[in-house]
């Protein structure tokens, strides 16, 4: 069954804002309001790395290059995970998934691309 399906993503130019959704489902969404939940990224050639992630209190932690540009949030009534990034250069293209921590199945990601 489908759990995670994240979107948003997209070609933006350096500088620019996306905002990112997942949409938790299944049996992954009985339990969501107390996982901490999580957004990582996978560039071409590199392996996937942990960007942000926020707990059942709304606690959040970032990697040191997103930090102050990057927003995590979640809304525990429709099982949903956003990733609001502001300020975006080249290095953060990739592909972006969200997840439980620790991790289940992976869902398909959404790419990023910037670029001028």
């Known amino acids: 069954q489908v759990q995670l399906v994240e979107s948003g993503g997209g070609l933006v130019q350096p500088g620019g804002s996306l905002r990112l959704s997942c949409a938790v489902s299944g049996p992954l969404a009985d339990g969501f309001s107390v996982y901490t939940m999580a957004w990582h990224r996978q560039a071409p050639g590199k392996q996937r790395e942990l960007v942000a992630s926020?707990?059942?209190?709304?606690?959040?932690n970032y990697r040191d290059n997103v930090k102050g540009r990057f927003t995590i949030s979640r809304d525990d009534a429709k099982k949903m995970v956003y990733l609001q990034m502001n300020n975006l250069i080249p290095e953060d293209t990739a592909v972006y998934y969200c997840n439980r921590i620790p991790a289940v199945d992976w869902g398909q990601g959404t790419q990023v691309t910037v670029s001028s």
């Open positions: 926020i707990n059942l209190g709304g606690s959040t």
